[in-house]
């Protein structure tokens, strides 16, 4: 166990070292396994690059992390925010995590212990009773490496009140010096003294259909502030939760001289010092002109797959049990990735005990190459957004939202009624629509169900969850109230999960625009419209349905006929 002493977030970085290693923060795009069938890490976000002296330039060819951008594509949108009892909560597309919006929930800064007490007494957030304190990959899982800073940027994505000053607490020890915990400050991962106090974030269980999965930190044993070992029952620190996907066995491969990860599909020279100390530019020349063990794809690894082989249970060096390298060193490791908050430096990986911070460009960091896990190795990244809309009788639009910058083709599949799904259409990349013209009698006669997936020379996406285009409602009619209209219709679908109302100024006639006024819930066949001047009003329904699983797709049936009505 290490003396009693702080790391420094705010020291430019021991210039003669850096290490390796982790946030391995996985999985193949879309809940499915990649090529090689490993998971594959996410972007760090960057695309951006600069020289040694924090200049901004071209990217082509300098084999920088904004060159490369390897790793699966974020999801576009990254967050939406929950909807009913989750409207104060937001889910992380690329991870499937769930977040409370509010960045200080807790109320101000808490010690180690007491952020982990808050974090598990939480019952009735979102309407969820399994929140914890994030351990340190799920938490340094925030940052975008593009930003300089990302207080700022969350809360431009739909959080509020993420501090800036100051760091958030995670559920992961220091194996290194157990009485400290990891923390995140604007993407640096440092270790803070327990009985010190920074900002909570809670959060809650992986959820489906997100582009990655994070894998384990690697911790399997729990401590008291002290420092000292206890049994991790109820305590809810990463030790006894082990959130994340579990590690292979064996978890690397030897090759010769190259070293192949089997949790991310990496592979990594053996010897982990084939350059000494260097430079930033001159590790970038070094690992991008190398040829070895028969491939010629080498470069120096981004943030993200530095961080990936790094072992929180373990130190000196912080990496696996067993780890078949040589030569490592118990010192920083250069990434690929500027520090986009101090651009003349980049990020650095302290082998000795997992920290991860900056180095000055011009001072001495080591090298480990790295090779493959490039984005255009991989299959896409999975749709969202599908929306199935009835435009007549026989014709239903599809749209969705691109989220893969990579994929090659679309693959739309139908189901008529309780039938099974066949491949509608093959369509190019980039395409965001397509008119089913064959839905025959989707009014009244034959539900039909739609799915999609990107794909590419790899492989494909999940598939979207199935949005299915229920039967419109029929017989909407109206009667005038004092000062309202009360609408009636015909329920004729059995799966809807509520209907939409829609209302304009005028007769129907008008050329005024119909607007959402009310969303209803499922069976029901009555609504009044209450506290409206006197006029004339028009209106029309549809039904729709929601996927259960996220992220949601909906089907909407035909609109109903318009009715008007005079309020006098």
Sequence with gaps: MRSKRKFSKVVPLLSSSVALLLFIV??????????????????????????????????????????????????KPRFVSGTGTEADCMIDNLTGLMWPKNGDLAGGTKAWQDSLDYANGLTSLCGHNDWSLPNIVELRSLVNDEEADNAVWLNTQ??????????????????????????????IVY????????????????????????????????????????????????????????WPSPRFSVSGECVTDNLTGLMWTKDANRFGLQTWQTALNSANDMGFCGFTDWRLPNVNELRSVIDYS?????????????????AFYWSSSTTAFYPQGA???????????????????????????????????????????AKSSSKIALTWQDNSVYETSYKIYRADGAGEFT??????????TYVDLKATGNDAVTSYSYYLKACNAVGCSANTPVAVVPFGPGNLVDSRRTNGVKLRWTDNSANEKGFQIYRKDGPCSSTNPFALIKTTT???????????????????????????????????????????????
């Excluded at 993420?162 to 990891?182: D, E, F, K, P, Q």
């Excluded at 491949?423 to 965001?432: C, E, G, I, Q, R």
């Design 191 to 246: 270790d803070d003294h327990k009985f010190e106090k920074g900002y909570v974030l809670p959060v809650r269980a992986l959820q489906p259909a997100s582009a990655v999965d994070l894998p384990r930190t690697g911790q399997t044993m729990c401590y008291d502030t002290d420092g000292e070992v206890i049994d991790c029952a109820g305590t809810g620190q990463d030790g006894e939760l082990q959130t994340g996907v579990a």
């Design 347 to 389: 990020w650095t990986v302290y082998l000795l005990y997992g920290v991860v911070h900056y180095n000055i460009k011009d001072s001495g960091s080591f090298v480990w190459p790295v090779r493959s896990g490039q984005a255009a190795k991989l299959p896409p990244v999975v749709p969202a957004g599908l929306k199935a809309v």
């Design 314 to 330: 373990k130190y000196s060096p912080a990496l696996p049990a067993s780890p078949p390298f040589i030569n490592v060193q118990p």
């Design 26 to 75: 996985t999985l193949s795009l879309s809940g499915e396994a990649s090529a090689s069938g490993a998971l594959n890490l996410p972007q760090t976000g960057q695309t951006t690059c600069y020289n040694e002296g924090g200049e901004i330039i071209a990217c082509d060819n300098t084999g920088q992390d904004g060159d490369w951008q390897a790793g699966v594509p974020w999801p």
């Design 423 to 432: 491949m509608l259409k093959s369509l190019p990349a980039d395409t965001l």
């Design 158 to 187: 739909g959080f509020n009140n993420v501090r800036g000053a100051g760091y958030y607490r995670s559920s992961s020890t220091n194996a290194y010096g157990t009485s400290y915990a990891w923390v995140v400050d604007n993407g």
């Design 522 to 568: 499922e069976n029901a066949t009555t609504f009044l419209n209450t506290g409206l001047a006197s006029g004339t009003y028009s209106y029309k329904t549809r039904s729709f349905t929601q996927s259960a699983e996220r992220p949601f797709v909906n089907g909407y049936s035909m609109f109903t006929g318009c009715v008007s009505a005079v309020v006098p």
